[in-house]
C-alpha cells in the first residue's frame, strides 16, 4: 500500500502539471496546486486533481511563500515539489523577439523555479524531493523558440547546481525534460497536421507523449526512493532528436 505524501506541484492546474496532480492524488497523496488565477485553482479542485491550492505566479515571490506556507498549514508538511510553472515563448525568429517577452519567459521560468526552490528548501521535510520540470529544449534548441530554450537550459542548469548545493542537506533535486505532450500549450503545434507530422517524424517511438508517461516518472522521483539520482537530467521524449 502507498504511504500517503505531501506534495506541491506548482502550474499544477493544467497540461503537464494537472496530469501530475492527478496522478499522485490518484495514488493516495495529499497535493497542492497553484495557478494563476482563481477559476484554474477552483477547476483543478473541481476535477480532483488535488486537495487544495492557491493562487500564484511563479515569478513572484512573495505569492510563491505564500502558497508554500499554506500548503504547509493545510498538510503539516511537505515532502516534495514538482516545480512546474512555465510559459511557452512567441515562436519567432530570433530577430523578431521583444525583449520585454523574453524577460517575461525568463521571469516565470527561471525565477519562478528559484522562487519554488528557496521556499522549498525552507518547508519541505528531510529526507525531501524537487523535481524541475525542464523541457527536451534544454537539451536541444529548436529553431524559433531562441526565449524558451534559453529559459529551459537555465532552469536545467539550476537544477544541477541546487543538487550540487542542497543534496547533502537531505534534498534531492532532478530535472525532467520533456518532449512534446498535448497540453493547452502545444495545441497549436499539435492541432496542425503538417506541424504534427513534422514533429512526430522526429520521435523514434513513434507517438507523442501521454500523462502516464510523465506522471509516473515524476511520482517516482518525488518518492525520495532513488535518492543518488540527484542531479540528473531526464529526458521523456521517446528519443526525439537527443
Known amino acids: 500500500m502507498t504511504t500517503s505524501r505531501r506534495y506541491l506541484v506548482t502550474g499544477g492546474t493544467s497540461g503537464i502539471g494537472e496530469m501530475c496532480a492527478r496522478h499522485l492524488t490518484a495514488e493516495g497523496h495529499r497535493v497542492w496546486v497553484t495557478g494563476t488565477r482563481e477559476h484554474s485553482v477552483s477547476g483543478a ?7 487544495g491550492g492557491s493562487v500564484a505566479d511563479a515569478a513572484d515571490t512573495a505569492a510563491t511563500n505564500r502558497a508554500f506556507d499554506d500548503a504547509v498549514d493545510a ?19 530570433a530577430e523578431q523577439l521583444d525583449p520585454d517577452t523574453f524577460r517575461r519567459v525568463l521571469d516565470v521560468n527561471v525565477v519562478g523555479i528559484l522562487n519554488g526552490a528557496q521556499a522549498a528548501h525552507r518547508t519541505v521535510s528531510r529526507p525531501g524531493a524537487i523535481v ?6 534544454a537539451m536541444r534548441p529548436e529553431a524559433h523558440f531562441a526565449d524558451y530554450n534559453a529559459s529551459k537550459a537555465a532552469a ?4 544541477g547546481t541546487l543538487a550540487m548545493e542542497w543534496s547533502g542537506d537531505g534534498l534531492t533535486v532532478t530535472c525532467v525534460c ?11 503545434y ?11 517524424a522526429r520521435v523514434p517511438a513513434g507517438r507523442f507523449g501521454e500523462a502516464t508517461d510523465i506522471a509516473t516518472t515524476v511520482a517516482f522521483l518525488l518518492s525520495n526512493q532513488a535518492p543518488f539520482l540527484t542531479g540528473a537530467v531526464i529526458p521523456i521524449a521517446g528519443a526525439a532528436n537527443l
Do not use: H, W
Open 75 to 93: 498538510f503539516g508538511g511537505l515532502d516534495g515539489v514538482f516545480l512546474n510553472a512555465g510559459i511557452d515563448g512567441e515562436a519567432k525568429p
Open 132 to 137: 524541475v520540470n525542464a523541457s527536451v529544449n
Open 190 to 200: 499539435l492541432d496542425d497536421p503538417e506541424v504534427s507530422a513534422e514533429l512526430l
Open 156 to 159: 536545467a542548469a539550476l537544477a
Open 45 to 51: 479542485l473541481e476535477r480532483s486533481a488535488a486537495a
Open 178 to 188: 520533456p518532449g512534446y505532450f498535448r497540453t493547452n500549450m502545444t495545441a497549436q
